[in-house]
C-alpha cells in the first residue's frame, strides 16, 4: 500500500511541467559530487578565481581523501571538458596493464578464471589519476598547483568527519578485511569508525604533500613511486618502477552527435559509454516511445530493446583504440542505426539469444565516482574516475595510504566470461601489456543551440551509459527539471544476462506489463549515482545531486 502510494506521488509529480523536486540553484558556478568536503573544496577554488579545470583537480584530490570507496590516487578516470570558447577535450587517464601483462594471466592451469583480477595486488592497473589531474590542470587550469591540491591535503592531515553512509560502507568492506593496511586505516583493526567520528589519514597526506610541493612525477618516478613498486614487487604485484614511469595519459577527441537538435558531447573508446548513449538515442528518437510517458512500459520497453542492441555490438566491438579499430562510425550510422530500430517488436520483448553484434564487415565505413562543474567563464568539466569495485582490489599500499583499482577486471580476462558488471567481450577487449580495459564511464555535456545545457555523469559499471541515457530522456523527452530527471526510478538492460533491471520504485502496474511483454524483470535497489548540472532559460545554473547517495550540490 505504502509502495503504491510513493509511485503514483511519484508519477503525478513528474506530469511534464510540473516540478517535484528542487535542484540547488546558482548564478555563476555549480559543484556537484560524491561528497561535501569535496564539493566545498571546487568551490573554495572558484571563489578563489580558478575556473572549472582548476576546481576538478582539487575536487579529485580531494575525493581521493573522503570518498575511499572510489575516489582515487590509485585508480583512473576520464575528464571530458567542453571550454566557454566551444573548443572540447577529452582527458584519457585511464588505468593501463602492466608491461609483463598477458592475455591468459587470469586463468589457472585449466584455463579457468581466477579472482585474481578483482581482489588482491594482482588486480590492479597502473594508475593514471595523479598525472591526469596534473596534466588537466596545467594545460587548461590557472590557479596555482599548489592551492588546488590544498584542500585535499588539510583533508587527509587534520581529517574529516565520517558520514552515516561512509561507516556503513567501510563497516561492509569485505574485500579490505583481508589486507592488513587497510583493515588497519579504513576499518580500525575492526573496531570501525562510526558515523562522527573523525577520519586522518598521516601517509595518504604525505603522498599528497609531496605531489603538492613535487608534482605527479613524485607519484611516478620519485618517493612515492619508489615505495609502490617495492611495495608491489614484495607483495606479488605486477606493477614495477619501469610502469610508473612509463604511464601516459591521453588526450582524445570527443565523440560527438545529435538528439533532436541537441549536441551531445560525450567519451570516446576506450569508453564503450559514448558510442552507447548516441546509439541508443538514435535508436529511440523515431519510434515516438516518449509519447507514452515516462516511466511507462511502453516507453521503458522500446529504451531496454535499444539497450539490449548496443550491450551485444559493445562486447564484440569495443575495446582500446590504441590497440583495436573501434568501428565508431559505422556503429553509429544511420543506416545501422535504421535497422536496428527496425528489429525491435514494439510488443514484444526480443530474446537476447537472438541479438548478436551487428556484422558491420560490409557496411560503409559495486564503484566509481562522477563529478560535474560549470565555473563563471562558461567552461563545463564533467569527470568520471574510479577504482572500479568499491574500494578496488581492497589493498592499501604501506606506506602510501591510497588504495589500488582492481581495473584489470574490466577487461576481457577470457571470451564469454561475464566480469563483475556481468559484462562479456572477446577479442577487442582482450588483456596486452600497456592497453587500456575497456569502460562504461560517460561523462557527458550536452548542448542546446549551440550553448551548455546539460553536463551529466555517473558511477554503477555497465549501468552508467544507460543512466546517463535516461538523464538526457528524461530532461528533453519528458521535461523533467534536473532534480526531477534525477531522482526519477532508472532501470538498465545488457543483453546478456538477458535481465531487465529496475529500481523498486516503479509501479507494479508496469512491472507486470514488462513482464506480459516477456520482459525477465529483476528488481534492484539503487541504480547509479548521478551528478549533474542544467542551464536554465532564464540563465540560472541547477546542481542535482543524486539522493541515492550523500552528494551535495553547491555554487555561488
Ligand atoms: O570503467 C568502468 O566502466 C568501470 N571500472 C566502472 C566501475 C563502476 O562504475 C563501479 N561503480 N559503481
Not at 560524491?34 to 566545498?40: G, K, L, P, V
Not at 599528497?208 to 605527479?216: H, P, V
Not at 613524485?218 to 610508473?244: H, S, V
Request: aromatic fraction near 8%.
Amino acid at each position: 500500500m505504502r509502495r503504491s502510494i510513493a509511485c503514483l506521488l511519484l508519477f503525478t509529480l513528474v506530469l511534464p511541467g510540473l516540478e517535484a523536486a528542487q535542484p540547488v540553484r546558482a548564478r555563476k558556478a555549480m559543484v556537484v559530487s560524491r561528497e561535501s568536503n569535496a564539493t566545498d573544496a571546487g568551490v573554495a577554488v572558484l571563489k578563489a578565481g580558478g575556473n572549472a579545470i582548476d576546481a576538478a583537480a582539487a575536487v579529485g584530490f580531494a575525493l581521493a581523501v573522503t570518498h575511499p570507496s572510489a575516489g582515487n590516487l590509485g585508480g583512473g578516470g576520464f575528464m571530458l571538458v567542453r571550454f566557454a570558447d566551444g573548443r572540447t577535450t577529452f582527458i584519457d587517464f585511464r588505468e593501463r596493464a602492466p608491461l609483463t601483462a598477458t592475455r591468459d594471466m587470469y586463468l589457472d592451469k585449466d584455463g579457468n578464471p581466477t579472482r585474481d583480477s578483482l581482489t588482491g595486488w594482482r588486480a590492479s592497473g597502473v594508475p593514471g589519476t595523479a598525472r591526469g589531474l596534473e596534466y588537466a590542470q596545467r594545460k587548461y587550469g590557472k590557479a596555482k598547483w599548489a592551492d588546488v591540491v590544498a584542500p585535499s591535503v588539510k583533508l587527509a592531515r587534520e581529517g574529516f568527519t565520517v558520514t552515516y553512509g561512509l561507516a556503513n560502507g567501510l563497516k561492509g568492506a569485505k574485500n579490505m578485511a583481508q589486507f592488513p593496511e587497510s583493515k588497519r586505516i579504513f576499518q580500525k583493526n575492526g573496531a570501525f569508525h562510526n558515523a562522527g567520528d573523525k577520519l586522518v589519514q598521516p601517509e595518504l597526506a604525505g603522498v599528497l604533500e609531496r605531489i603538492q610541493k613535487s608534482g605527479a612525477r613524485d607519484f611516478y618516478e620519485g618517493e612515492t613511486a619508489r615505495i609502490f613498486a617495492d611495495q608491489m614487487a614484495k607483495n606479488g604485484g605486477a606493477i614495477t618502477a619501469e610502469d610508473l614511469k612509463q604511464y601516459t595519459v591521453s588526450e582524445r577527441k570527443t565523440l560527438e552527435g545529435n538528439f533532436r537538435g541537441y549536441k551531445v558531447i560525450t567519451a570516446p573508446p576506450p569508453s564503450s559509454g559514448g558510442i552507447g548513449i548516441l546509439q541508443m538515442l538514435a535508436v529511440l528518437e523515431k519510434t515516438g516511445y516518449e509519447k507514452a510517458g515516462a516511466g511507462s512500459a511502453q516507453a521503458i520497453h522500446y529504451t531496454a530493446e535499444a539497450m539490449r542492441r548496443y550491450y551485444a555490438d559493445r562486447a564484440t566491438h569495443l575495446g582500446d583504440p590504441d590497440f583495436w579499430t573501434v568501428p565508431v562510425s559505422k556503429l553509429l550510422s544511420p543506416n545501422y542505426v535504421n535497422k536496428l530500430r527496425a528489429s525491435i517488436n514494439p510488443d514484444k520483448a526480443t530474446n537476447s539469444d537472438d541479438v548478436k553484434a551487428g556484422d558491420l564487415r560490409t557496411m560503409e565505413s559495486t564503484e566509481t565516482t562522477h563529478y560535474s562543474i560549470v565555473d563563471a567563464e562558461g567552461n563545463c568539466v564533467a569527470v568520471t574516475y574510479t577504482l572500479n569495485g568499491s574500494y578496488g582490489s581492497g589493498v592499501t599500499v604501506p606506506g602510501l595510504g591510497f588504495l589500488l583499482n582492481n581495473e584489470m577486471d574490466d577487461f576481457s580476462v577470457k571470451p564469454g566470461v561475464p566480469n563483475m558488471f556481468g559484462a562479456i567481450g572477446g577479442e577487442a577487449n582482450a588483456i596486452a601489456p600497456r592497453k587500456r580495459p575497456l569502460s562504461s564511464m560517460a561523462p557527458t555535456i550536452v548542448l542546446k543551440d549551440g550553448k551548455p545545457f546539460l553536463v551529466v555523469g555517473t558511477p554503477g559499471g555497465t549501468r552508467i551509459l544507460t543512466s546517463v541515457m535516461e538523464v538526457i530522456q528524461n530532461v528533453i523527452d519528458f521535461k523533467m527539471n534536473i532534480q526531477d530527471a534525477v531522482n526519477f526510478p532508472r532501470f538498465h538492460h545488457q543483453w546478456r544476462p538477458d535481465k531487465l533491471q529496475m529500481e523498486p520504485t516503479f509501479s507494479p502496474d508496469t512491472v507486470k506489463l514488462l513482464e506480459q511483454r516477456g520482459h525477465k524483470i529483476d528488481i534492484v535497489r539503487n541504480i547509479c549515482e548521478i551528478a549533474a548540472i542544467e542551464f536554465q532559460d532564464n540563465g540560472w545554473l541547477a546542481g542535482a545531486a543524486d539522493p541515492r547517495v550523500e552528494g551535495k550540490a553547491a555554487g555561488y
